[in-house]
């Protein structure tokens, strides 16, 4: 379990640097107000050959084959809800990567998000284990 824990979190690093990224490169494009399809295209292929936004998917593109492994190795009951804990991770990289301001209240959020994940943790260590066949198996 640990091994699936530890490929989760260099996981979540790469979301979460991947995430800042494309923030970063969607603040450098120069949206129109407009909702319109030309604006819409101009956009696209502005975000196509913008740096950040390629790099951050380029990382969640990582971030989604450690995905895929993880979930070929664990259960998806244990796996999936600790993918949460990539707003953990992606709210610290906003906070000191892009200086993003946040507050007590969103802190607290973090906490509480922490907290399930370490209640989704435990669940995994303390669930019953099947018996081996010969013990669990009746005597003639």
Same mark, same amino acid.
């Given at each position: ?27 450098e494009?120069?949206?129109?107000a ?7 295209v ?14 951050g ?9 450690? %995905? !895929?492994?993880?979930?070929s190795? $664990?259960?998806v009951? *244990?796996?999936?809800? +600790?993918?949460? =804990? @990539?707003?953990? #991770? ?6 000191? %990567? !892009?200086?993003?301001?946040?507050? $007590?209240?969103?802190? *607290?959020?973090?906490? +509480?998000?922490? =907290? @399930?994940?370490? #209640? ?21």
């Amino acid at each position: 379990m640990m091994r699936l824990v530890v490929v989760l979190l260099i996981g979540l690093m790469f979301e979460a640097v991947g995430v800042v990224l494309i923030s970063r490169g969607q603040k450098e494009l120069k949206m129109e107000a407009r909702f319109e399809v030309g604006a819409m295209v101009k956009l696209v292929r502005e975000a196509a050959v913008n740096p950040s936004i390629l790099a951050g998917i380029a990382l969640e593109a990582v971030f989604f084959g450690c %995905l !895929l492994f993880l979930l070929s190795r $664990g259960d998806v009951s *244990f796996i999936w809800p +600790l993918t949460a =804990l @990539g707003f953990v #991770v992606t709210t610290l990289a906003a906070r000191f %990567l !892009l200086g993003e301001p946040v507050s $007590g209240l969103r802190w *607290f959020g973090v906490f +509480l998000i922490v =907290l @399930g994940a370490g #209640v989704i943790s435990w669940t995994e260590q303390h669930k019953p284990r099947p018996l081996p066949p010969e013990i669990g198996a009746k005597a003639p």
